[in-house]
């Protein structure tokens, strides 16, 4: 599946985005989705993943309770809603899939090796 991010851009700290993902290619509800994010100078980090149906969620600890992951498989989209974003959310934002039908397991889904396909990533920027 291919996949394209955008949304992201400048807000100052405390603001909200929300980033888009959408998917073209083999039938979008057989995914689980992620996003995880790069920041300068760091390694490649779990944000959040969300199962086929939609009905299941994972966050890290870093954003749980002021990022939302859905998913519209009629659109084959997938949205990060970032609130009260912080400087440390800086980062690029990556959209991944995960076609291997295995059953939702929401360790799996923190690690990017589960994922088959990765999207460019979008640049988010807080500033303080």
């Known amino acids: 599946v291919q996949l394209q991010a955008s949304g992201g851009g400048l807000v100052q700290a405390g603001g909200s985005l929300r980033l888009s993902c959408s998917a073209s290619g083999r039938a979008f509800r057989n995914y689980v989705m992620g996003w995880f994010r790069q920041a300068p100078g760091k390694e490649r980090a779990f944000v959040a993943a969300?199962?086929?149906?939609?009905?299941?969620?994972n966050y890290d600890n870093s954003v749980k309770g002021r990022f939302t992951i859905s998913r519209d498989n009629g659109k084959n989209t997938v949205a990060l809603q970032m609130n009260g974003l912080k400087p440390e959310d800086t980062a690029v934002y990556y959209c991944?899939?995960?076609?291997?039908?295995?059953?939702?397991?929401?360790?799996?889904?923190?690690?990017?090796?589960?994922?088959?396909?990765w999207g460019q990533g979008t640049l988010v920027t807080v500033s303080s």
């Open positions: 969300i199962s086929r149906s939609g009905g299941s969620t």
């Open positions: 991944l899939a995960d076609g291997s039908l295995r059953i939702w397991d929401p360790n799996r889904a923190r690690l990017g090796t589960s994922y088959d396909d």
